[in-house]
């Protein structure tokens, strides 16, 4: 792992030491996972939030999750620049505490439209932290070893989604939803404390750039010029819009269509613990095989499985057994996918690194929104639409990937990375 030695930015204890491998690990996982509990959480109040602000449409509980996640991609674009200019550790400490504000104003909310406003608040300041780890094990390494870390943060951060449903599920046995908040506060002040007192600046004063709109709207353009970075960058948008599809309407599915009610988080757990164990054997397998070979293996898999899945679930009902089956299997591929693609769009950007996490996740939050609100909205009771959906957009970002890759999705750059 390479050593940064910069000193710490903004008021901070002095002399923090570089973490460890696994201290980085653990605290990138909890960095994104501030977010993905954010979303999962969420997920089995989904209809008392409905009925206690009398939403009518069905369909629009999905808000909840979708401004988050808007909001939460069109942030990134201003904490690469950001951060880049003033260091990774006071812009995470100020967005954090933005996160506390919005989070008891989602609590203190009357209206629908008042908790939306504060959801999407929460969710751009939750921005922060999803940049700032990407760009910090970028700041301190690249290449396999990279892909290998964000892998094993992966696999700890998947941990959340595992037992996010069920702490949701729990807190409505005891407790109205808004109560859920006392769990995303305490994400965000162990983030806050964990930044304060862990983490180092891990960009050198002598790297950063000013803060110009101009200088930033450069580094975006410079980075999509990028062929490699644009491509995957689309691609993983693409992708991820079907991981979207299947969080907005997981309760949905779950507890309506296969009436398995307030035993719907066992279902998500354990789709959730499939796609974790893809990050732990990803890990393993990356330094071997390198991140285009598996990726592309898995696109290729992942679009092949979705499209039979779809094609049975045409002919009539599934079983609750086959389709978590199905689905666990396809979600299995679909996490050996990520971490890799990830690591491929910021090899080489290594000198833009906040802006090149800013501009994947842009990519890839606002669009898989954009794609997942889309399959969702198409929701009709059974799950044909998810897994159609998730087949379409497999073919389209292997379309990209052909075109991105010269129509050598296995060639010469494939065995060397």
């Given at each position: 792992?390479?050593?940064?030695?910069?000193?710490?930015?903004?008021?901070?204890?002095?002399?923090?030491?570089?973490?460890?491998?696994p201290?980085?690990?653990?605290?990138?996982?909890?960095?994104?996972?501030?977010?993905?509990l954010?979303?999962?959480?969420?997920?089995?109040?989904?209809?008392?939030?409905?009925?206690?602000?009398?939403?009518?449409?069905?369909?629009?509980?999905?808000?909840?999750?979708?401004?988050y996640?808007?909001?939460?991609?069109?942030?990134?674009?201003?904490?690469?620049?950001?951060?880049?200019?003033?260091?990774?550790?006071?812009?995470?400490?100020?967005?954090?505490?933005?996160?506390?504000?919005?989070?008891?104003?989602?609590?203190?909310?009357?209206?629908?439209n008042?908790?939306?406003?504060?959801?999407?608040?929460?969710?751009?300041?939750?921005?922060?932290?999803?940049?700032?780890?990407?760009?910090?094990?970028?700041?301190?390494?690249?290449?396999?070893?990279?892909?290998?870390?964000m892998?094993?943060?992966?696999m700890?951060?998947?941990?959340?989604?595992?037992?996010?449903?069920?702490i949701?599920?729990?807190?409505?046995?005891?407790?109205?939803?808004?109560?859920?908040?006392?769990?995303?506060?305490?994400?965000?002040?162990?983030?806050?404390?964990?930044?304060?007192?862990?983490?180092?600046?891990?960009?050198?004063?002598?790297?950063?750039?000013?803060?110009?709109?101009?200088?930033a709207?450069?580094?975006?353009?410079a980075?999509?010029?990028?062929?490699?970075?644009?491509?995957?960058?689309?691609?993983?948008?693409?992708?991820?819009?079907?991981?979207?599809?299947?969080?907005?309407?997981?309760?949905?599915?779950?507890?309506?269509?296969?009436?398995?009610?307030?035993?719907?988080?066992?279902?998500?757990?354990?789709?959730?613990?499939?796609?974790?164990?893809?990050?732990?054997?990803?890990s393993?397998?990356?330094?071997r095989?390198?991140?285009?070979?598996?990726g592309?293996?898995?696109?290729?898999?992942?679009?092949?499985?979705?499209?039979?899945?779809?094609?049975?679930?045409?002919?009539?009902?599934?079983?609750?057994?086959?389709?978590?089956?199905?689905?666990?299997?396809?979600?299995?591929?679909?996490?050996m996918?990520?971490?890799?693609?990830?690591?491929?769009?910021?090899?080489?950007?290594?000198?833009?690194?906040?802006?090149?996490?800013?501009?994947?996740?842009?990519?890839?939050?606002?669009?898989?929104?954009?794609?997942?609100?889309?399959?969702?909205?198409?929701?009709?009771?059974?799950?044909?639409?998810f897994?159609?959906?998730?087949?379409?957009?497999?073919?389209?970002?292997l379309?990209?990937?052909?075109?991105?890759?010269?129509?050598?999705?296995?060639?010469?750059?494939?065995?060397?990375?």
């Open positions: 792992m390479r050593r940064v030695t910069s000193p710490a930015s903004g008021p901070a204890p002095p002399a923090i030491r570089m973490p460890t491998t201290e980085l690990v653990a605290m990138v996982a909890a960095f994104m996972a501030l977010n993905a954010g979303i999962d959480i969420m997920l089995p109040a989904l209809p008392q939030i409905a009925h206690d602000f009398s939403v009518r449409d069905g369909n629009d509980r999905q808000l909840v999750i979708i401004v996640m808007l909001s939460f991609g069109v942030a990134l674009v201003f904490y690469g620049p950001l951060s880049d200019s003033y260091g990774r550790r006071p812009v995470l400490l100020w967005s954090m505490g933005l996160y506390l504000l919005a989070t008891i104003g989602c609590v203190v909310a009357q209206d629908f008042t908790f939306l406003i504060a959801r999407g608040v929460q969710g751009a300041a939750a921005a922060a932290a999803r940049i700032i780890a990407v760009a910090v094990v970028r700041d301190m390494m690249s290449g396999r070893e990279m892909a290998r870390v892998s094993l943060s992966m700890v951060f998947m941990v959340i989604p595992i037992i996010a449903p069920a949701g599920q729990l807190v409505l046995l005891v407790g109205p939803w808004r109560w859920m908040f006392g769990f995303l506060l305490l994400g965000g002040l162990i983030v806050m404390a964990w930044t304060w007192f862990r983490l180092p600046e891990t960009r050198p004063k002598e790297l950063r750039t000013p803060l110009r709109l101009a200088s709207l450069a580094s975006y353009a980075i999509a010029r990028e062929r490699q970075a644009l491509g995957y960058a689309i691609a993983s948008a693409f992708l991820f819009g079907a991981l979207m599809a299947y969080i907005t309407t997981s309760q949905q599915i779950f507890a309506e269509h296969y009436k398995m009610g307030a035993m719907f988080p066992i279902a998500f757990a354990s789709v959730a613990l499939t796609m974790s164990m893809a990050s732990f054997i990803n393993r397998l990356v330094m095989l390198g991140m285009h070979r598996i592309h293996t898995a696109l290729i898999a992942f679009t092949l499985m979705s499209a039979m899945h779809g094609a049975i679930l045409l002919l009539g009902p599934t079983p609750l057994w086959f389709y978590l089956l199905a689905l666990a299997l396809t979600m299995l591929l679909f996490g996918i990520g971490a890799n693609f990830n690591a491929i769009v910021m090899e080489p950007l290594g000198a833009r690194a906040g802006a090149g996490a800013a501009f994947y996740g842009f990519a890839t939050t606002v669009g898989s929104s954009l794609v997942g609100a889309g399959i969702a909205a198409m929701y009709d009771g059974t799950p044909a639409p897994i159609l959906g998730s087949a379409a957009v497999g073919a389209l970002a379309l990209l990937l052909f075109v991105t890759e010269r129509g050598k999705l296995f060639g010469a750059k494939a065995s060397l990375s």
